[in-house]
């Protein structure tokens, strides 16, 4: 079977291969012209392509990825488009707009240096968010025009997004993801990569504008599937593998994202908390490693995925993802995680951790404290006391948990969603007391979600602020999302817009793609969408049009005719 990554980024003609629901493409279709009509304006010639890229939910496994324990991860309907056309005749200058009037139109060009290398000038301190657009260009520009005569095109884009910035579901990636397509596409390269190298080149992107990813984010963005989560490993190599959530005719269920609106800046708090939390794993596994008796290098920041493999080869078992269910839990019943903890409940000492670790204090401060990972990210860290022992436990319980939502998505009972939710609960109690990467808010949204009915609910993305994911009944969507608004106190200073673009409904969505019309600029013919009908490149509205006769015609369910009013 040809894996996920090996094959070709999705490239559609039509609005309707997006999605099999009419009126999904309904919705599709109507932004999508708006998004062509302005791009004509503003350009005063239509687009020749939409790329887009959804944004991500992690539906289970939080902070365990960079343990190498897998996650399960869904691409949302929510996505960063961009219209775009080359143009060869601008002597490489590109030019770009955004929707949001927020982010302001601007231009640049890159230059080639006499080593053949690109410059964009892109400075990590001050970032714009042409900056993300900058990085992806690099990104380009360097896999396949870094020793070449060929030159880069000129482009002109317009972005466009419905995915709520800064809030854990993954915009930024979104926005790398969708910038690179958009320069492979207008450069006629898209053809010259898989799907598994636009997640390598979106990582090593976002590390362009100071951001350390281990691809779970671009991997969700470029790999998902509609009605499937993704179960990504990354041990020994990243893997993905499509999970079909369970639907049921009799009890259809739908994911809800609630923005806590608390925001959290990770280079503002990274020191006492993602990057300790970072810090705190790998001595754990550093401290593990000698508590099992597997050999770790002096230099070597061994993750607990890695020590895991070691130990269960060392008991004379092999290890692989068939085994890592049985693996965990005789981990977990043997009591090693204990032999983490320090003489009370504050964790331990510095000075007691690098006698754990048994290196000397100026190898611990090199390898743990003071290193520098790729570019710019250097991981730096404050606190007092370390716990070893909370994150060990909360990072192999998830992961166990991980794959018990994955396996059990494969059964067909009855009381699926009840056991499903019993789960992500379980995974918001451990993030909130073990790895303590929840807030009051989260907490509270999280309780509030389970008392309005929802079968789970916990957050989701790095924590200490951001969005909650809550599983729940789809015939009940719009009273619990309503409870939510009058109950959840930063809810209630919301406009109907604002509320609408912080706390809405989704289901698993299909990774990012180009449409692209094949044809002329200037007229395409698509016959099976509009018969023998001739019209300007991505004219769709007469695809809304052919969809709102079929809908009147078919009957075809109501909520085609909840997008009816938006026209």
Known sequence: MTSLTQLPVTVH???????????????????????????????GKPPTHVVRAPGRVNIIGEHIDYALFGVLPAA???????????????DGVIVVDNTDPKYTKTSFSALKRENDEWDLAIDPEALRWES?????????????????????????????????????????????????????????????ITKGDLIGMSVGNEKRVGVNSGGMDQSASILSAPGHALYI???????????????SSRNPTA??????????????????????????????????????????????????????????????????????????????????????????????????MITMTGMNEDD??????????????????EATHFQLYKRARHVFTEALRVLQFRDLCLEKSEDLPEKLGQLMNDSQESCSKLFECSCPELDNLTSLANSLGAYGSRLTGAGWGGCTVSLVKEEEVETFTRQLREQYGPFKKLSDEEFATACFATKPAEG??????????????????????????FDVRLFTERVQNQQRQNLIGSRVYKYKETF
């Not at 490993?233 to 079909?244: A, D």
Request: overall charge negative.
């Open 233 to 247: 490993s990354f041990y020994p190599t990243l893997q993905s593998h499509p999970t079909p959530l369970p639907t």
């Open 512 to 537: 990012a793609c180009d449409l692209t019309t094949r044809f002329s600029v200037q007229t395409l013919s698509t016959r099976e969408l509009y018969g023998e009908r001739r019209m300007k490149a």
């Open 76 to 90: 949302i309907e929510n996505e960063l488009t961009i219209a775009v056309r080359a143009t060869p005749d601008s």
């Open 13 to 43: 003609t039509t609005v309707s291969d997006l999605t099999e629901n009419i009126g999904d493409a309904l919705a599709i279709a109507h932004n999508w012209n708006q998004l062509a009509e302005q791009f004509q304006e503003r350009y």
């Open 364 to 381: 611990f401060h090199r390898v743990f404290l003071s290193w520098v990972e790729e570019i710019w990210i250097i991981f730096q860290v």
């Open 132 to 192: 993300y657009v900058k990085a992806a260009y690099l990104g380009v520009l360097d896999r396949f025009f870094k020793q070449s005569s060929e030159r880069p095109v000129g482009m002109e884009a317009l972005f466009s997004s419905t995915i709520p910035a800064g809030s854990g579901v993954s915009s930024s990636a979104a926005l790398i993801v969708a910038s690179t397509l958009a320069f492979l596409v207008v450069n006629d390269k898209l053809s010259a």
């Open 255 to 352: 994911f809800v994202i609630a923005n806590s609106l608390t925001v959290s800046n990770k280079a503002e708090t990274g020191k006492s908390r993602y990057n300790l939390r970072v810090v705190e794993t790998l001595v754990g596994a550093k401290v593990l490693s000698r508590i099992l008796g597997v050999p770790t290098g002096l230099d070597e920041r061994a993750t607990y995925r890695e020590v895991l493999a070691r130990w269960w080869k060392k008991e004379g078992k092999e290890d692989s993802e068939d085994s890592l269910k049985e693996e965990i839990a005789a981990l977990l019943r043997g009591g090693y995680l204990e032999k983490l903890k320090g003489k009370d409940n504050d964790g331990v000492l510095l000075e007691q």
